[in-house]
């Protein structure tokens, strides 16, 4: 989300090619990340996700 949001604060060259998330209670496919593979439309793709469901979490909170 960074680079849709600050792409000029981002310096993908020092991004690690691979990460891997510490959540042992789920697959190794969803654990692994590749930072250098992010890109600024995934990124608003993402924030949009975020918002559309924080939107919606929050309208169910209302709602009970």
Known sequence: MM??????LVRMEQAPETIELDM????????KRYPRRASREYGGKLAEAVVKGGVKFINQLIDS
């Open 24 to 31: 042992p209670d789920i697959p190794v496919y969803v654990r």
């Open 3 to 8: 680079l849709h949001y600050f792409p000029g």
